[in-house]
């Protein structure tokens, strides 16, 4: 080989190798600075910015990550107010949102759920909104029933609105959002039973059996939730 | 030297090796030294490695197995691969037969590594980093070239 094409040789080598090694670089800088869990524990501990009903003292805390758009939460919906409105005084209920990407009105339905709930009425317009998803779920503009049930629910309208697109709002979600996808939740609704995730009950029978079982296992548990 | 004997060869040969082997493994060291690289970035950022196929990676690489000599495996990696591929470009350029009988010798010597890191994972650690397999797999492959080039050399010496 004459000396120009071994200096081609060798510069194209170097040149491979260091866009290989850049490469190599980039990709493994820019991935996640946190994996999903894969056993099955809650990412995110919970605090008063999640919106939790029930005993302030629990023995158990139940998580449900939930999309007020998708219709298997709308019909858990009933049987956990069922069982919950029997063991409030016993269990903690926190609602995380999960909106997933293929429900178009989710978001906007969880930023209405989180404007009432600075309102105190979180729990009442989630109920609104699971009972009536049928009526905003495939509708381009369901801002328009979200501030009809805001009204039901004699909130005040104006702050309400400006509520419901705040960026404090947004963060609620996405901060509910990214610790679901950080639980390697893959499905709506998911729950966590003292931080533990749980598989979906089938019955009433089986969600008071999981609680029942969780309250046995004593308070030591819930002190776990990290 | 042996240029003169390289321009009597068939157009198919590099010196004395086949055209497709040197480029194999080529194409496998710059695989195996991404890889390595890749790790040695994930290990240097202290970043959690996401795993697929197999799970465990984070467990594996950062194992106090990973280290030897005071220097973590992938910059081992990061080496060995940079120097199968220093050699081979060597050998095409020099087509010094010297050069190629080390390349079997530095193969030998990974695919030996690899086992033992294989065995590490599965019986010390109990866990596979897919990364990991992927150097094992790509220094196997490496190893069987090396048994080829290595059948070459003699045949033709």
């Not at chain 1, 629990?58 to 049987?79: N, R």
């Not at chain 1, 409105?85 to 293929?102: C, G, V």
Request: net charge neutral; proline share 5%; aromatic share 12%.
């Amino acid at each position: 080989m004459d000396t120009q094409k071994r200096m081609i040789v060798w510069l194209s080598a170097a040149l491979v190798v260091g866009i290989a090694a850049i490469g190599a670089y980039q990709v493994a800088t820019n991935g996640p600075t946190e994996l999903p869990r894969k056993d099955g524990t809650m990412n995110l501990p919970l605090d008063e910015t999640d919106q939790t009903k029930g005993s302030k003292t629990p023995k158990v805390t139940f998580v449900e990550y939930s999309d007020f758009q998708c219709p298997a939460c709308g019909a858990y919906h009933p049987l956990l107010e069922a069982v919950f409105a029997e063991y409030k005084d016993k269990i903690s209920f926190t609602y995380r949102h999960f909106p997933l990407p293929q429900h178009q009105n989710a978001l906007a339905a969880a930023y209405a759920a989180e404007a009432a709930g600075n309102q105190g009425k979180f729990w009442e317009m989630a109920d609104m909104l699971f009972k009536n998803q049928s009526e905003w779920s495939e509708v381009s503009k369901p801002e328009t029933f979200f501030e009809g049930y805001a009204t039901k629910l004699g909130l005040d309208i104006s702050k309400y609105k400006v509520d419901v697109m705040s960026d404090a709002t947004k963060a609620r979600v996405e901060r509910s959002k990214k610790s679901g996808e950080l639980s390697a939740i893959d499905h709506t609704p998911t729950f966590f039973i003292n931080g533990k995730m749980a598989e979906n009950p089938r019955s009433k029978e089986e969600l008071t059996a999981l609680i029942e079982y969780a309250i046995a296992q004593g308070t030591k548990e819930s002190e776990q939730v990290k | 030297m042996f240029n003169n004997e390289s321009t009597t060869s068939p157009r198919t040969l590099i010196g004395q090796l086949p055209n497709w082997i040197i480029w194999a493994i080529i194409a496998l060291a710059l695989i195996g030294f991404t890889d390595s690289a890749f790790l040695l970035a994930k290990r240097l950022s202290g970043t959690p490695i996401p795993c697929f196929i197999t799970s465990g990676c984070d467990e594996v690489s950062k194992s106090p197995l990973s280290v030897l000599f005071g220097v973590p495996l992938s910059l081992w990696g990061v080496v060995f691969y940079l120097g199968i591929g220093f050699l081979t470009l060597l050998y095409i350029d020099t087509k010094n037969l010297l050069v190629a009988k080390l390349i079997p010798l530095a193969t030998t010597a990974g695919f030996l590594s690899s086992c033992y890191f294989i065995y590490v994972q599965k019986f010390l650690i109990g866990a596979f980093c897919v990364y990991c397999l992927l150097s094992a797999l790509v220094s196997t492959l490496l190893f069987l070239l090396g048994i080829v080039v290595w059948k070459k050399l003699k045949t033709t010496a």
